[in-house]
């Protein structure tokens, strides 16, 4: 006699399936074709949500950089000044004073020549 296996295996294949939702052709609904393609989907967003943070790390660091040319630093002259100034404040927090408060962004600026 056949055993269909029952609740536990139904509930995870459609947890697998409901995962594969929005997938193109047999992968959303075959369960076999769908769990190939949900484990490759969660890998790439593992490995992606790493690439993503040192994406937006180089966009701060870009976005610092032409702040501080403006004000007549190297980005790397800015760092160090900050440095050597005792200012603690990371790249995230100045990218945003650099894009919206200017003045703000001089003042910490003013703070790494003077060191």
């Not at 890998?43 to 701060?60: E, G, I, P, Q, Y």
Request: a positive charge.
């Amino acid at each position: 006699m056949r055993v269909k296996r029952g609740f536990k295996a139904r509930r995870r294949r459609n947890r697998v399936l409901k995962l594969a939702k929005g997938f193109r052709g047999r992968r959303k609904n075959c369960y076999r074709r769908a769990n190939q393609a949900v484990e490759r989907k969660l890998d790439f967003a593992t490995r992606d949500r790493r690439v993503r943070k040192r994406n937006m790390r180089a966009l701060w660091v870009v976005r610092i950089n032409a702040a501080a040319r403006l004000v007549g630093l190297s980005y790397s002259k800015l760092v160090h000044g900050l440095l050597q100034a005792g200012v603690a404040i990371d790249r995230k927090i100045m990218a945003e004073l650099a894009v919206n408060d200017p003045k703000g962004f001089e003042a910490i600026a003013a703070l790494a020549k003077g060191a």
